[in-house]
Structures are given as structure tokens and as C-alpha cells.
């Protein structure tokens, strides 16, 4: 039984299709059907309903799935357990924020390619939280507060954050003294997320309310600085816009609790090398960067 057919039809299982799962493994379409069919007749049952809408797992190919990602995981090991120290091969799916992971984190993951040349590194950026599991990532670097779950994540730096305004905003509307006083700001805002401010050792959440709403932390920067309101952002967003004067830090008696950087990975015993590897960069890159530096530093 050759194992690119079983982690293909892994990749199938997990992305819902042909399509998709071939997008994840760099292939044609055309060598995914192969592979499959090729499964399917060495082990004489269908394990794929095939459909115009995708390709659902047959109740023979539910049991199989799980058999066939183990499998998978253990040669993967077991290839990297061989491998000489430091020597890294194969594919690692990174998922990414967008808001500044392509200026931030992208040197960082091209000094990870230029060290390992034969290392295929796929990054994807976008600020949804995609599920590493079910869209076949490795692993994810996620930037704040992390939410409950059952992925594995290690720190790799804190981030700090702060409240800023446009000097034409705080001209036209003053500025809040306590988080309280924010009822009667607009807030420039992801959702309707509550934002965290410490009084002390004391935590207070407010749940401000604004008209304008985007899920980047970019275009929230440039609706800050042309001065729709206050908003609730990241050092590594501001620095330059505060550093120039166009943003200004506000109500900083209460200061936002430090949030993080993490790499976060799918559960299992042990994280792979090139996990670890990447992790251990990012650690190593991350304080260099003023963008990512203390309160002191702005």
C-alpha cells in the first residue's frame, strides 16, 4: 500500500474533495483521482461518495480515515526520526493573521525556507481562526487572547496593545478618561468584542459600540487615522502612525492586559520537527523587532 495514496485520500477525507485537497498537496486533480482509484481497487471497497458537490466519506471510509491518519503521522515520524540533526523535508501548512502577518511574519517564515532548502513551506493569511484540522494546517501563528480549545499552543512573545486616536478625533471629541467613559465614543471595532483595560491588578471589560466595523486590523488603522473614532490596537500596528503623530495614545492610566503571540498545532504526543524548528525562529526573531516592543518603546 503506498503512502502518498493513503495521505492523499487523508487530504480528500479532511478537505471535503478533489479539488481542495489537491490545492493543499501542490498536485493536479488529475494525479489525486488516480491515487484514489488506485486505493480503492487495492483494497476492494469504495471509501469516497463522489458528488458535483464533493466527495463524502463512506461509512467503510470514515473507519479507514482514522487508521489511514495514523499511519501517515508514524512514517512522517519516523522519516524525521532518520533524517540527520537540523535537515528538514517536506511540507509545512502555516496559517497566518493577515493584519500584519505578510510584513511581520513573513521574513521570519523565509528565513525558515532559506535555511531548509528542501523544506515546501504554504502560508496562508487571513484573520478568520481557521481550523487546522479540517483545512489540513500543521500549525498557526494566532496573535491576543487565545479562546479555549483543544490545540496545543506555546508563546512565542508578548504583544502589547494600546487605545488610539487621530489628533482630529480627540480635537472634535476629547478623549475618555476611564473605560467607562467610552459609552459615549465611537469605537472603531472587529465585531463585538469587549475590550480589556487593568486598574491595578483589576481587569474591567467594556463592550464598546461604534459604526464602523472590519475584520483587518489594517483598515481599522486607517479608519483611526482619519478620525472615525477610537480604536483598540496592537503595538505592532500603531508604531509607526504613533511614532509620526498621527495616532495618539489615549486613557493610558488604563492600560490593555499584554495579550501574545502563539504557535498553535492540532493535538498530538509529540509536535514535529519542522513545528518545533519554526517555533523555535519565531522565539528567536521576535524580540528583535521593534514593532513588537514594550510600552517603554513608544
Not at 1 to 14: N, R, S, Y
Not at 32 to 60: D, H, N, P, W
Not at 93 to 109: D, I, N
Request: aromatic share 6%; charged share 20%; hydrophobic share 45%.
Amino acid at each position: 500500500m503506498d503512502i502518498e495514496e493513503l495521505q492523499t485520500f487523508v487530504e480528500v477525507a479532511d478537505a471535503g474533495g478533489v479539488s481542495p485537497a489537491a490545492l493543499r498537496l501542490g498536485v493536479s486533480k488529475s494525479i489525486v483521482s488516480r491515487r484514489l482509484a488506485r486505493l480503492e481497487a487495492e483494497l476492494g471497497i469504495q471509501l469516497l461518495a463522489r458528488s458535483t458537490r464533493g466527495a463524502a466519506l463512506t461509512e467503510a471510509g470514515a473507519t479507514f480515515r482514522d487508521y489511514a491518519a495514523r499511519v501517515c503521522a508514524e512514517i512522517d515520524a519516523a522519516r524525521e526520526t532518520i533524517l540527520p540533526a537540523g535537515v528538514l523535508r517536506g511540507r509545512l501548512r502555516v496559517a497566518a493573521p493577515l493584519s500584519f502577518g505578510p510584513t511581520h511574519f513573513a521574513p521570519m517564515l523565509a528565513e525558515m525556507a532559506r535555511r531548509h532548502p528542501e523544506l515546501h513551506i504554504q502560508t496562508c493569511y487571513s484573520d478568520r481562526f481557521v481550523d487546522l484540522i479540517a483545512e489540513g494546517f500543521d500549525c498557526a501563528i494566532r496573535v491576543g487572547y487565545l479562546p479555549d480549545s483543544n490545540l496545543i499552543a506555546r508563546r512565542i512573545g508578548p504583544i502589547y496593545t494600546k487605545l488610539v486616536a487621530s489628533p482630529g478625533y480627540i480635537k472634535a471629541h476629547g478623549v475618555p478618561e476611564s473605560p467607562e467613559q467610552l459609552a459615549t465614543h465611537e469605537a472603531l471595532l472587529q465585531g463585538t468584542e469587549a475590550w480589556q483595560f487593568m486598574d491595578g491588578d483589576k481587569i474591567i471589560a467594556v463592550r464598546p459600540q461604534g459604526r464602523f466595523k472590519a475584520d483587518n486590523g489594517i483598515a481599522l488603522v486607517a479608519a483611526a487615522t482619519a478620525g472615525l473614532g477610537i480604536a483598540y490596537l496592537p503595538d505592532c500596528l500603531t508604531y509607526e502612525h504613533v511614532t509620526s503623530g498621527a495616532l495618539v495614545p489615549i486613557m493610558t492610566r488604563y492600560p490593555p492586559p499584554p495579550a501574545g503571540a502563539y504557535v498553535v498545532r492540532p493535538p498530538s504526543q509529540h509536535p514535529t520537527r519542522k513545528i518545533r524548528m519554526l517555533t523555535d525562529l519565531l522565539i528567536e526573531s521576535f524580540g528583535q523587532s521593534p514593532h513588537f516592543a514594550g510600552p517603554a518603546r513608544i
